[in-house]
């Protein structure tokens, strides 16, 4: 007879069974009991939050208490407890409704923490609780909690669950030795993997999101109005993940918590990507951890009390399952390994085709929003980068057909050459395009002065949010940054690319890269490299910045110009003189201590306001040293042209600003553009300008389009795109559907560029 040790010995094999159960009887509690709160922060409202609470003056209304996450609310009964004041109690009141179903679901007397019971007959998403103002008295909105009410059958069907999980543990802890154990054992093993899986679903699109605990928001992931198809795409490729990683390690023991960190770890840095430069994290910007994890130290790193809770949980579970291998036999775990890595390839490849195939070549306005609303795996893989094919038809007689034809050939300049200044600065942009507050000062009012004698418009930046290297991207070459995707400045050109600085060299420019970073920053040494800069000023060249030209971690935009002046004034005179200079100043985060004079009005809707203060009085700041950077061109003999441009806006997410209609989105890609000189010279670009077209019609504007393709560009009926391929009305700003010439425009484009980046180059010959 085995003693009480080896007892327990024995049973140590099942005890994962006991945490399945203790999981469910978890899962029970939240299915029955959990709550669903929120704060006068979550709320939608166009009102002040002050102390928490959201206030209600005459005719209006509190506003909604979903903000940022669909909250899926079951079909059944509710309680609804709305907390706050109402100064008049039989007179002021409330209303539960839902836009989607345009429905109103109760309504009464606002009384302050009294239950309201709330009846659905479906599932709705957009619960809004609004209390109005009756002219009786204020009334304010703190919390609102909803808590599911339950019926007798809940609470007979979880009993029977548990009831049901606890028997089969007994059950098999007294047949240990029998077959028929082992055999369900096995079946559980594989229950336990898909629920993992399932967990890791969760997980993923939790901490993704932000959200600190497991709770009923949570758990309302997977019925959302999400169609069922990506549901099963998102756990077709988190499965076979999964699998691969089991096979891999062999040992549940290491899959268990390596599955939990390597999910965690990934979610957690697409939600702090988020908050942080506010658009999605994709495998582009992988591609760029390094350099990622080094502009970091500026923003506050968010870690919810989720990723560490599963996380211990796992490790519980590891010890739980220690050395416990998925199959003994090496060969059949080879196999399934090989042919998982095999079908995960398939699945990646026609990943693409089956989303075109369900909603069509559908045009991403906001690839944030296409994450939310249908998974954070499929929205990832959507945006892998795609192997850059030929274009139908690339053929050396097309290419050089299309030039004779459209009457682009090189041709030769003997102009004047003026001295040209390009100055990227960085995530200069007008906020109040989009935020609803108000200022003592317009930190951008010397920007707008230069208006009446100069040419000041929008740039449409090929990003918002960060990107930076992009922006370089379109600037210096005149292409397309959504034609390829990823970081092409460092990752796609070769050396001797064809860009405005080969063109700048070919004319007799000294050219010159200056960047107040490090030349590996983004891998700009070797971009700038295969540009054909002929010198590049980065922090190693400047050695180390002083103290005073410090703002956070960055050098100011002062230090960048004194560096400018001095190699000006070091230039070799013999030769016109071209720079691409790139500042650091005004990035991110914002949350250190700087002075200026702006102020703000905090009377508003946000309630967190002093890292916009921070920002606006940088760009004022910006504004001084531009100023002064001008003021000194203005004395020198040279005819000079500055150009100068915001490489895209902040994160608007950083000061509360989450822009969703399709005017907020393209005002994110609008930052301000100005083209000065010093010898009284004229250009006109409109009123939005595209990155990718600028150069070209620059060049041409000074009679130095030699260049077939920027010839091409300069000319032709291009559209105004913003981000990827959104079409705008630059009159209007309204997104409008491209003609059917514009989309061979487009295409005529791209087979130049094809020729220049990855083909035979005929266009050059």
């Known amino acids: 007879m085995k003693s009480l040790t080896e007892k327990l010995s024995s049973f140590r094999k099942y005890a994962w069974i006991a945490v399945f159960i203790f ?28 102390n928490g609470s959201v206030s209600v003056e005459e005719g209006d209304a509190a506003g909604s208490m979903i903000y940022g996450h669909e909250v899926y609310i079951s079909k059944g009964q509710h309680k609804v407890i709305i907390d706050g004041y109402n100064e008049s109690e039989d007179g002021n009141s409330f209303d539960l409704y839902s836009v989607s179903h345009d429905k109103e679901y109760a309504k009464g007397v606002y ?60 059950l098999l802890w007294i047949w240990r030795e029998k077959k028929a154990s082992k055999i369900i054992c096995k079946i559980l093993e594989a229950v336990a993997v898909v629920g993992f899986i399932l967990f890791q679903y969760l997980f993923v699109e939790a901490l993704y999101n932000g959200n600190t605990l497991f709770d009923a928001e949570v758990f309302s992931f997977l019925a959302k109005e999400r169609p069922g198809y990506y549901v099963i795409a998102n756990l077709a490729g988190l499965a076979l993940l999964n699998v691969i990683l089991l096979m891999a390690v062999k040992l549940y023991s290491i899959y268990v918590p390596l599955g939990v960190l390597l999910t965690g770890v990934f979610s957690l840095v697409g939600y702090n990507y988020y908050q942080m430069r506010g658009e999605a994290f994709t495998f582009a910007q992988l591609q760029m951890a390094g350099e990622a994890a080094k502009v970091v130290g500026g923003y506050n790193i968010v870690i919810p009390r989720l990723f560490w809770i599963s996380l211990a949980v796992s490790v519980l579970l590891a010890l739980l399952l220690w050395k416990k291998p998925v199959t003994s036999n090496l060969y059949v775990r080879l196999a399934v ?74 041709t030769a300049f003997d102009g004047e050459k003026p001295d040209i200044i390009y100055i990227q600065c960085e995530s200069l942009y007008d906020m109040s395009k989009i935020y609803d507050c108000k200022w003592n000062s317009d930190p951008l009012n010397y920007l707008h002065e230069l208006d009446e004698n100069y040419y000041v418009g929008d740039l449409i930046s090929p990003q918002a949010g960060g990107g930076t290297l992009n922006v370089e991207y379109e600037m210096l070459t005149g292409y397309r940054h959504s034609n390829t995707g990823g970081f092409p400045l460092n990752n796609q050109i070769k050396e001797g690319e064809p860009s405005l600085v080969s ?20 891998d700009r040494r070797t971009g700038y490299g295969y540009l054909g800069f002929d010198r590049m000023i980065f922090s190693e060249e400047l050695g180390e910045t002083p103290e005073e030209y410090m703002t956070g971690q960055w050098a100011n935009d002062l230090y960048a110009y004194i560096s400018l002046i001095d190699d000006y004034n070091k230039r070799d005179t013999s030769k016109p003189y071209f720079a691409h200079v790139v500042t650091t100043q005004n990035h991110g985060g914002y949350d250190y201590t700087f002075h200026g004079g702006i102020d703000i009005d905090m009377d508003t809707d946000i309630p967190e306001n002093q890292e916009l203060k921070n920002y606006l009085n940088l760009e004022e700041v910006s504004m001084e040293a531009l100023k002064a950077l001008l003021e000194y061109f203005s004395a020198v003999d040279n005819h000079v042209i500055i150009v100068f441009w915001g490489d895209h806006c902040p994160a608007l997410r950083y000061f509360g600003v989450n822009p969703t209609s399709t005017e ?35 060049l041409q504007q000074l009679g130095m389009a030699t260049d077939p393709y920027m010839n091409y560009v300069a000319t032709a009926d291009v559209p105004t795109m913003v981000s990827g391929n959104i079409c705008i009305d630059p009159e209007t700003d309204e997104m409008i559907e491209l003609t059917d010439e514009q989309k061979q425009v487009l295409s005529s484009m791209w087979m130049l560029q094809y020729d220049r980046m990855y083909g035979d180059k005929y266009s050059l010959k």
């Open 23 to 50: 999981m469910m009887i978890w899962a029970s509690y939240q299915y029955l009991y959990s709550k669903t709160v929120f704060t006068a922060a979550d709320c939608k409202s166009e009102y002040t939050v002050e």
């Open 111 to 170: 009384k302050p923490g009294e239950a309201i019971k709330l009846t659905l007959d479906e599932p709705i998403k957009d619960m809004e609780v609004r209390v109005f103002y009756e002219n009786k008295g204020k009334a304010s909105v703190s919390k609102v909690t909803i808590t599911r009410i339950n019926t007798f059958a809940n609470y007979v069907i979880v009993f029977i669950a548990i009831a049901l999980a606890t028997a089969v543990a007994i």
């Open 337 to 410: 390994l090989g042919v998982s890595v095999l079908s995960f390839g398939l699945y990646l490849h026609n990943l693409d085709d089956f989303i075109v195939k369900r909603e069509g070549e559908k045009v991403v306005l906001n690839l944030q929003e296409y994450y939310t609303s249908n998974g954070y795996f499929v929205g990832t893989m959507k945006a892998l980068p795609r192997e850059i094919q030929a274009p139908d038809g690339y053929s050396e007689e097309y290419v050089q057909g299309f030039i004779a034809d459209n009457g682009i050939g090189a």
């Open 503 to 522: 063109i700048m060299n070919d004319m007799g420019y000294e050219t010159v890269g200056l960047h107040t970073n490090t030349g590996a920053f983004y």
């Open 664 to 698: 907020e989105i393209i005002q994110e890609y609008q930052t301000p553009i100005l083209v000065w000189n010093n010898y009284g010279a004229e250009f006109e670009f409109g009123a939005d300008v595209p990155a990718y077209r600028f150069t070209p019609m620059f």
